[in-house]
């Protein structure tokens, strides 16, 4: 029996076959142009996220230049792609972030008619900035931008010379010119997100105004923008020049030399300029010191400002002050100083404030402080339509804080700050006066480091501050309108409250030894001895000199050397020496002659040690009047108190015998 051929497998077969081929040829097909167009479009929503995040990015840049928070910014700098099962995706996107150089930012062809800013100003301004770039490494997206900030602008910048913007610009906004000068070095790459901390390094506080009469302010701007491109987001901020309109100040723009774009300002215009300097990333420090300014002046003081090369404030700066009232200060938060005048006689005085390490006239000012009438009685600063006085039976209720022999007690073990009350009274009637504004300063921020700003009396015509301290000796002085008091204050570490031990009243004056010091045949200095009568050692850490010689003002020598009478403003030869020197030190060469005011307390240099039983003298060296001409002191009374690491103090009160 025979059988037939069967060819039904081989047909179920190639079927197979076939269809396997057609699903391989799919899947290829769809990993060759599905995968790819997915993948792009996930590039490219993630091109246009970095877009948004530029453009926060940028208002965080702007919006810290003025104010001294930092404000952070995130940027994507990569992206994944969604996850696939049978298909293939090529590696995650990356991206760098990252500051590069772009040249000077300036405004020139400028003057300004306030006096406090025209050293500062000088006929132009100008400052090195940077831009922020994003340049994404996508695997599909062809022509991707890099995304720039620059100069108040974001923008896309394309390799075939297109730009995009995606903002506006806040470098000018009507009359206003506003610098945001970028620094730091910031640099990031990788696949994850960048958090870019904006921290203003000098917020723009101060505006000057500027103009210029006989020409055009111009600004130059570096940039990769094109002049046209430039054009472009001014007329479409409306600060383009319209012949119709007087809104808007834009007169041209034109394209500078290399990367550069110049804007010209409508003429006869005054313009306000600010200035502000944010740090991304690291490597910059806060800028130093760059001017000095008188600000203010009242009938009893003087307020300098210390600012930097952008206008704005500097804290903590020291400035040396001479002429009719002089000491050492410390600028506060705000960049500034109140110098009161140290006489309370009617006339006309001069306050010369200096900058160490600034040279030239940026480096010094002069305040004319005019003192209308006469003192309002002891430790008065000046004189004017008010009475200012430092309430302290109000300040030493308090625990920690006690008030002998005209110094204030603050017991630092016991409290880190304390509540300074003044009270405000009209001059003529003796009633209390609300609403005035009284300064608060000091002559050391060392030992009195807190707390020196401004209140304004309330209803009772009081005006307080909360005062942090540090141990020392120091001044505070109280000003309103045309009058002041000072206020003796010592700080010091020990059990108890109020005068301290016993080193003061163990520190007996020696009979006889007040002497006028002739120090180069010259009578113009004073000395004295005292003799440690306790069983212990005694640790004298300050001084307070005052005298009747009518014409003196301060102490001050330029002698250079040290370790000897004459060669400081005080020296006590002791069993262990001290001295104080006000221009600081050690070492003490290259002395300015930075005086002592008469009346203030200060720490001393070097504090001194007389040992039990044994004698220190006190050499005080040299009386000068206000025009620092030498003042002779025989004959004359001299008073001086002594303060002790204890809390006590001891004054001694003489008549300076002529030495020869």
């Known amino acids: 029996m025979g059988f037939r051929g069967d060819e039904r497998a081989v047909t179920v077969q190639i079927g197979a076959v076939l269809l396997f081929g057609i699903i391989i040829i799919s899947m290829s097909m769809y990993q060759a142009t599905v995968v790819p167009n997915q993948n792009e479009q996930v ?253 203010e002046t009242s009938g009893s003081s003087a307020t300098f400002e210390v600012r930097d090369e952008y206008n704005n404030p500097v804290s903590g700066v020291e400035v040396d002050v001479s002429g009719d009232s002089s000491g050492r200060f410390t600028t506060g938060s705000d960049g500034r100083i109140v110098v009161p005048v140290d006489t309370s006689d009617a006339g006309t005085y001069e306050l010369d404030a200096t900058l160490s390490g600034v040279s030239g006239p940026r480096g010094k000012a002069t305040a004319t402080v005019v003192v209308p009438g006469a003192g309002n009685g002891s430790g008065s600063t000046g004189a004017g339509i008010y009475d200012v006085s430092w309430d302290t039976a109000r300040m030493s209720a308090t625990g920690g804080v006690d008030y002998e022999n005209d110094t204030l007690l603050v017991n630092s073990s016991s409290v880190s700050q304390f509540d300074g009350f003044v009270n405000v009274t009209d001059a003529e009637s003796g009633d209390a006066v609300s609403n005035v504004v009284v300064d608060f300063a000091t002559n050391d921020s060392d030992v009195l480091t807190g707390g020196m700003g401004t209140d304004a009396t309330n209803d009772d015509g009081v005006a307080s501050t909360s005062i942090s301290v540090s ?100 020296f006590i030869d002791a069993s262990e020496d001290g001295l104080l020197e006000m221009d600081g030190g050690p070492p003490y060469y290259g002395d300015s002659g930075t005086p002592y005011t008469l009346g203030d307390t200060e720490t001393l240099t070097e504090h001194s040690i007389v040992n039990a039983g044994t004698q220190a003298t006190v050499y005080i060296y040299q009386f000068q009047n206000s025009g620092g001409n030498r003042v002779r002191m025989e004959n004359e009374q001299v008073t001086v108190t002594l303060y002790f690491d204890d809390g006590s103090s001891q004054t001694y009160t003489f008549i300076a015998q002529d030495p020869y």
């Open 43 to 295: 590039e490219f929503l993630h091109n246009q996220e970095v877009h948004d995040q530029f453009k926060s990015l940028r208002g965080a840049v702007i919006e810290s230049s003025s104010e001294p928070t930092a404000r952070p910014s995130t940027v994507s700098l990569g992206t994944r792609y969604p996850s696939r099962t049978l298909f293939v995706n090529p590696g995650p996107v990356s991206g760098t972030l990252q500051t590069r150089d772009l040249g000077t930012l300036a405004v020139s062809n400028i003057e300004t008619t306030e006096a406090e800013t025209s050293d500062y100003v000088d006929g132009g301004l100008s400052y090195h900035t940077k831009s922020l770039e994003y340049r994404p490494d996508y695997n599909v997206m062809q022509s991707t931008p890099t995304t720039v900030y620059e100069n108040t602008i974001a923008y896309n910048r394309f390799d075939t010379g297109y730009n995009g913007t995606l903002s506006g610009q806040s470098l000018i906004n009507g009359r206003t010119i506003s610098l945001v000068v970028l620094q730091g070095n910031y640099s990031e790459n990788g696949v994850g997100s960048a958090t870019v901390d904006a921290q203003a390094v000098s917020p723009a506080t101060r505006t000057v105004s500027v103009k210029n009469t006989s020409g055009r302010v111009n600004i130059t701007v570096p940039t990769k923008l094109s002049a046209d491109e430039w054009r472009d987001v001014l007329e479409d901020d409306g600060e383009l020049n319209d012949p119709e309109t007087d809104d808007d100040y834009v007169y041209s723009v034109t394209d500078g030399p290399g990367d550069t774009v110049f804007i010209e300002m409508k003429k006869g215009v005054t313009y306000d300029l600010r200035v502000g300097a944010v740090e991304v990333g690291t490597d910059d420090e806060d800028p130093p010191a760059h001017y000095i300014t008188v600000v």
């Open 471 to 570: 141990d020392g000796v120091a001044t505070a002085y109280a000003t309103a309108d045309g009058s002041g008091e000072r206020l003796r204050v010592e700080v010091f570490s020990g059990d108890g409250s109020g005068g301290g031990g016993s080193s003061g009243e163990n520190s007996d004056f020696v009979s006889g030894s007040g002497l006028a010091l002739a120090n180069g045949g010259e009578t113009s200095g004073t000395q004295f001895t005292i003799q440690n009568n306790g069983s212990d050692p005694v640790n004298i850490t300050g001084i307070s000199i005052d005298t009747d010689a009518s014409q003196a003002r301060t102490v001050s020598e330029s002698n250079g050397g040290s370790y000897q009478d004459g060669q400081h403003e005080v």
